[in-house]
């Protein structure tokens, strides 16, 4: 669907600087007014407040967390077998890269991740705005809805089964749920929350039904159908995970998996940091494409 | 007593009576590692129907018998039961020997072999007493009549259980490899609803076989009661490595206890009593015998806790077979996998030498 979103992700980790600033262009050197405390003078400062201010300080997380894994595996505090260093992963990475193992398993992920998604958020998207423009037919659903929607993608991953055998159409359809619900309600809920006055000017104007829509609805509702729909895809990247350790040929969760059964906890790992940098890529992505569809706003 | 004063003589007598032995102990066991708490021993269990954990196989005979229990409690060790489900046994063992929450556990062949390429040490303490026989399900409608109308066909195994060397030498023995079929990594209760469902086109299992057979979504097409012996998977008690080491005169009472209720199965009422057992433990009595039945085995030499050459060679093939289908990276040296003194020491204290005679 969104060639821009896999390929804006995969040029690495750079994209969380990247992304602030796209979203918010020129904050770092425009005349923004400085906060009162990064006016007082340097030497007043603590240690904390500059090395917030460094640019590279939000690498203090995830360098903390190497750090403690290494220090785990050096000291063998956790055998071997089950906490694996981290050079290890990146090694058994590289093997898994150079097989080709690797590529064909995140591709078909992906595959899935994309298709699932691609019609999950559609429907959600014209569902919300059904549901939102008429009243009457959100009364009928409703309850439906609301019940449905409490229900964990994961915990519905049985009956899916049972229902569309353990096919692709599985993995497409509990991608699809997953996404459809949080899209649904989100575009729901901006309708729903639309300034009244819009519409009266839209009355005063005498716009048709579908001019209302078209011109008044949708360009007021892209603010947070985006937000809905980024965390719909963070969720069903998720679920498709879950669902792919639990029944799947291929693809990266089965590769988690499979690594479990034949007790190569590295593959595990390089399983769980992968489907962690995905996730992070593919949320970047859409913040950029956020940004990107919102740009209008700035001006 | 309280005419005695702090330093009498009767007093110096009594402490240095009491504190001889405890001195002696500590300067004679030097050398050997103080006793653990407490002993794990790791067994597939179910929860019957009481809602009790139960174990099955030979474990439940051990438990039973209590022997070993009292044994290790004579030297102030417990003796603790690790239940693990059917569902993923060789997952659980095998990380449960990776981080030291067990010590012996009852299970398969390639789990072990798998355990061991990757750097865990573990040896086969006791071989014998695994009773399973391996099946091929197809759905209930299917018209596959062996493995070779299944070529190109979906099968559902759980990867590096047991039951997988056995379905490649099906495959090999009729010309197929594993890039003949498709095959779907699924645990025993999903493969089950993936055939049941059709969304399978065959399952490879144990004796949960006949259970698709009786709710009529499936049939069996294959067993392993007639194959060749080598075929059949093996599932027996394996130790850690180190612990054999460091506590041998456990692990013996161990060896000693397993040998013990072997010794009991093929004696009088032996199977009877073992299919009690196993009845105690959930599995219905005719799924047991329908086990059995027309199995070319012989009930004794399915219990013969011998390292006979037949034995190393299953290993070896095993090892080589993982190798080839990539379960493990590099290769197994499997001559490293076998303890066997403490099944002699067993069949010489217990006088059985000639019970199980080597064939």
Redesign the interface.
């Known amino acids: 669907m969104n060639p821009g979103v896999l390929s804006a992700g995969s040029r690495g980790l750079g994209l969380a600087e990247q992304a602030r600033m796209v979203v918010q262009p020129g904050r770092p050197e425009a005349a923004t007014p400085t906060p009162v405390r990064a006016a007082r003078p340097q030497a007043r400062r603590g240690l904390v407040a500059r090395w917030l201010d460094w640019r590279f300080s939000s690498w203090t997380s995830p360098l903390l967390v190497l750090a403690m894994w290494i220090a785990v595996t050096q000291l063998a505090l956790?055998?071997?077998?089950?906490l694996v260093p981290p050079w290890q992963v990146l090694v058994s990475g590289w093997e898994l890269v150079q097989s080709g193992e690797l590529g064909e398993h995140v591709s078909v992920s992906l595959v899935r991740l994309v298709s699932g998604f691609g019609f999950g958020s559609v429907a959600g998207i014209a569902f919300g705005l059904l549901v939102g423009l008429s009243p009457r037919l959100d009364d009928y659903t409703a309850p439906t809805f609301q019940v449905l929607r409490q229900i964990p993608s994961v915990a519905l991953i049985?009956l899916f089964?049972?229902i569309f055998?353990?096919?692709e159409t599985f993995k497409v359809a509990i991608v699809a749920k997953a996404s459809f619900f949080v899209v649904a309600l989100a575009v729901h809920e901006a309708v729903k929350s639309l300034p009244a006055r819009y519409l009266e000017v839209a009355a005063v104007l005498r716009f048709s039904r579908l001019q209302v829509i078209r011109r008044v609805v949708l360009p007021a509702i892209v603010p947070d159908t985006l937000t809905g729909v980024r965390i719909a895809l963070g969720r069903s990247w998720m679920v498709l995970v879950g669902a792919e350790l639990?029944?799947?040929?291929n693809g990266l969760g089965?590769m988690m998996?499979?690594g479990?059964?034949?007790?190569?906890l590295d593959v595990v790992m390089v399983g769980v940091v992968l489907t962690g940098l995905v996730g992070l890529a593919l949320d970047r992505g859409f913040r950029l494409l956020e940004a990107y569809l919102m740009r209008w706003q700035r001006r | 007593m309280t005419s005695v004063p702090p330093y009498s003589p009767q007093r110096r007598l009594a402490l240095s009576a009491a504190l001889l032995p405890a001195l002696l102990s500590i300067t004679g066991v030097r050398a050997a590692e103080p006793l653990p708490p407490a002993l794990r021993i790791a067994a597939v269990s179910r929860t019957g129907p009481s809602g009790k954990t139960l174990f099955a196989g030979s474990s439940a005979l051990v438990a039973e018998q209590g022997w070993l229990a009292a044994e290790l409690g004579k030297l102030g060790v417990k003796l603790e039961w690790v239940p693990v489900t059917t569902n993923s046994v060789a997952v659980q063992v095998n990380e449960a020997f990776a981080n030291r929450s067990i010590d012996f556990a009852q299970y398969g062949d390639l789990p072990s072999i798998i355990a061991n390429a990757s750097g865990l040490r573990t040896q086969l303490v006791v071989p014998g007493g695994s009773m399973n026989n391996t099946y091929l399900v197809v759905p209930a409608n299917s018209n596959a009549r062996s493995i070779k109308d299944l070529k190109g066909k979906k099968i559902a195994l759980h990867r590096g259980r047991p039951w997988e060397f056995p379905f490649a030498r099906l495959l090999a023995a009729n010309g197929m490899t594993q890039k003949d079929v498709r095959i779907l990594n699924l645990n025993p209760q999903a493969g089950a609803s993936a055939v049941a469902s059709g969304s399978a086109d065959a399952f490879f299992t144990l004796s949960d076989a006949f259970l698709l057979e009786d709710k009529k979504v499936g049939k069996i097409i294959w067993s392993s009661k007639q194959a060749p012996q080598d075929w059949k998977m093996r599932a027996e008690l394996w130790g850690d490595s180190a612990f054999l080491e460091k506590h041998p005169q456990l692990a013996q009472l161990v060896a000693t206890a397993y040998v013990k209720a072997h010794q009991s199965v093929v004696g009088a009422n032996g199977r009877e009593n073992y299919i009690r057992h196993e009845v105690a433990a959930g599995q219905s009595r005719a799924l047991v015998e329908r086990e059995w039945e027309g199995d070319a085995t012989n009930w004794n030499a399915r219990w013969a806790p011998l390292f006979t050459p037949e034995l190393r060679a299953h290993y070896a093939a095993g090892a080589a077979y993982a190798q080839q289908a990539r379960l493990i990276g590099r290769p197994l040296d499997t001559s490293r996998l076998y303890a066997p003194q403490f099944v002699e020491q067993a069949l010489a204290q217990l006088k059985l030498q000639n019970l199980w005679a080597s064939r």
Request: cysteine-free; charged content about 20%; glycine content about 8%.
């Open positions: 956790a055998p071997e077998q089950i049985p089964i049972l055998g353990i096919g639990l029944a799947a040929e089965q998996e499979m479990r059964q034949m007790f190569r």
